[in-house]
């Protein structure tokens, strides 16, 4: 048996495992693990009960109370938890691993020492590339982890059916061979929420197969207006939205009988604004879910996972609990796994965690199926490594060697002067601005215009190799010097995004991607300053996400060298053709106004 296949043993059912639960709780059979003298975070009471002892065989909880000496055997292993708190594995509602930058494996590696037990992942980022069989891949490896890594089936692939053309397409029938699989909970975020409203064939197809297999659709309404196009996406079946960004967002989730997810990610803060309907406005805390939705590698080495969620929503005004049920039994029960996770109850997986601090969530130790996992923030248990096959590597096709004069755009007529669209960044948020800008021309070449903040981005078909560029222009970078950067992560559809402020560096920065088989570079004067290589998809890395954090630090440092201050800007770099997010983006189609889902001229 190879380590991959140990490695995907998972713990008896709670019904295979009753009769042993029973004994244990009874009396008549030693546990292998017993923690004594804890605080217990009873999220279900909402209570810190002290004194308690938990008693846990073959992965489940089987005693949780006072007094668990009659669980003890001559060889059970007693933990003294000393007065610390015992708090329920965190769980992840709704997130990315591809945004890691990293696989599954390595994702798990990262965050379980940050408390992490539970991720409920839609890898709809593979789906861009490699269809239904990208799923597939990363089903399978979630199989083999020691913690548990639910997969939602992508929903949207392409995010927008012509606004943009993605590596694949994943149909209604692909959505209901995917809910037989054994480890699919639901289906992924629903971005075509004008779809939904209209009664849109697919929308519904892959919606309706989710809800016959009894699980949960995901939802994603990324527009500020809540009218009638929002009753209509409601009443057609997704449960719940991460997309909220302000207060009156999550109180109109929650009373519409969604799950109001609040994320904080790399670089979307949309915790603090919407947590306030809980706060301020008193709503119920039962339906609002924490997220991450996309962390980066970086966020995951240097400041954590839902950890870090969690500590931000206590320090929103939250009671430590409240966070924690937000992020534990909340999310549970959204997704139909109350009896697997989410609380320290007889029966359940024995993730848990040993926190000394719990306004501050100090983490001393992390367990899994009752596993010791980490100790101080370090991973102390064995995760194999998992290997990709061949199919899912070598996928950016550009069709040619690309040029400096790729990225000329033409002015529409004659004259000096033309009034451009230019799409505007939105510091730690996902939408954009629609925004406009005066662009001298010279030579029939429209000129960027470096000190109004206004640079170059060209979207580059790298599926299917036909060598096609789309141009156009982007603020908020803040570039000061020559310089490109290029990324094969472009969400959704996953072609190649260029922002710079030089085209030589722009075709060098999309050649190098081609070269390496995909990922991210930054390019200057001629000089690649910075290189994460992603060669899975173009969208992770084979290696430890240490190493990869190191070369995504190395990323950031050098874009700030070159005048760029966002928060977090490679994040927003990876949205810009996200053509369900308002207010402007570029697609293999065109520039496209979000805001009325139309393809529109560069050129006002």
């Known amino acids: 048996m190879s380590k991959q296949d140990k490695a995907a043993k998972r713990p ?212 500020p207006e809540l009218g009638r196009a929002f009753h209509g996406y409601v009443a057609g079946g997704p449960e719940d939205d991460h997309e909220g960004t302000r207060m009156e967002d999550a109180m109109a989730r929650v009373r519409q009988g969604m799950r109001a997810m609040l994320r904080l990610g790399s670089a979307w803060y949309d915790v603090a604004s919407q947590i306030k309907a809980v706060t301020e406005q008193g709503l119920d805390p039962r339906n609002f879910i924490l997220c991450t939705d996309d962390s980066h590698s970086g966020t995951l080495v240097n400041d954590g996972h839902m950890d870090r969620v969690v500590r931000h929503a206590i320090a929103q005004g939250l009671k430590p609990v409240t966070a924690i049920q937000m992020a534990t039994l909340n999310t549970a029960q959204h997704f139909r796994l109350e009896r697997e996770i989410g609380s320290i109850t007889p029966g359940r997986l024995a993730d848990f965690l040993i926190v000394s601090d719990l306004p501050n969530l100090v983490i001393d130790r992390v367990y899994a199926r009752g596993v010791h996992m980490a100790e101080k923030g370090k991973l102390i248990a064995d995760i194999p490594a998992y290997d990709y096959p061949s199919f899912a590597k070598n996928t950016i096709k550009l069709g040619k060697k690309l040029k400096s004069r790729d990225f000329d755009i033409k002015a529409p ?17 996902a939408p954009t601005k629609a925004l406009e800008a005066d662009l001298s021309v010279s030579d029939g070449v429209v000129q960027m215009d470096r000190r109004n903040d206004v640079c170059q981005i060209a979207l580059v078909e790298r599926h299917r190799g036909t060598g096609a560029v789309v141009n ?35 075709a060098k920065a999309a050649n190098r991607l081609g070269e390496v088989g995909g990922g991210v570079v930054l390019f200057s004067k001629g000089r690649e300053l910075a290189l994460v290589e992603m060669p899975i998809a173009g969208l992770m890395s084979e290696q430890r996400a240490e190493v990869v954090a190191a070369k995504a630090d190395k990323l950031v440092n050098a874009m700030r060298a070159m005048g760029c201050s966002l928060n977090n800007a490679y994040m927003q770099h990876s949205l810009l053709a996200l053509v369900v997010i308002p207010e402007l983006r570029i697609s293999d189609v065109g520039i496209i106004d979000v805001r009325t889902f139309e393809k529109v001229d560069l050129f006002l």
């Open 12 to 223: 008896d059912s709670w019904t295979q495992s009753a009769p042993l639960l029973v004994d244990v709780a009874m009396g008549r059979r030693p546990a292998d693990l017993v923690v004594r003298n804890g605080r217990l975070v009873s999220v279900y009471s909402g209570e810190i009960i002290a004194g308690i002892d938990i008693a846990i065989i073959v992965g489940r909880f089987a005693f949780v109370g006072h007094g668990a000496e009659h669980c003890i055997g001559s060889k059970t292993k007693v933990v003294d938890a000393a007065g610390r708190y015992l708090v329920p594995g965190l769980c992840d509602a709704h997130m990315h691993v591809e945004s890691g930058m990293v696989t599954v494996t390595e994702f798990t590696r990262a965050v379980i020492p940050h408390g992490t037990t539970s991720m409920f992942i839609d890898p709809h980022e593979i789906a861009n590339v490699l269809g239904l069989e990208g799923v597939r891949l990363m089903h399978d490896e979630a199989l083999g982890m020691p913690i548990n890594v639910h997969v939602q089936m992508p929903s949207c692939v392409p995010s927008a059916p012509g606004l943009e053309n993605a590596g694949a397409a994943i149909s209604p029938e692909d959505v209901a061979e995917a809910m037989t699989w054994p480890n699919i909970v639901g289906l992924g975020e629903v971005m075509n929420f004008p779809g939904v409203a209209n009664n849109d064939a697919t929308m519904r197809g892959g919606i309706d197969a989710t809800v016959k297999a009894g699980k949960t659709v995901g939802g994603h309404f990324a527009s």
């Open 472 to 506: 156009g222009f982007v603020s908020g970078f803040g570039y000061t010097l020559d310089c490109a950067m290029a990324s094969t992560v472009a969400h959704d559809s996953h072609h190649m995004i260029v922002v710079g402020t030089n085209k030589e560096d722009m």
């Open 413 to 429: 007529k004659p004259g000096k002067h033309v009034t451009a669209r230019v799409i505007g960044v939105i510091e730690n948020q």
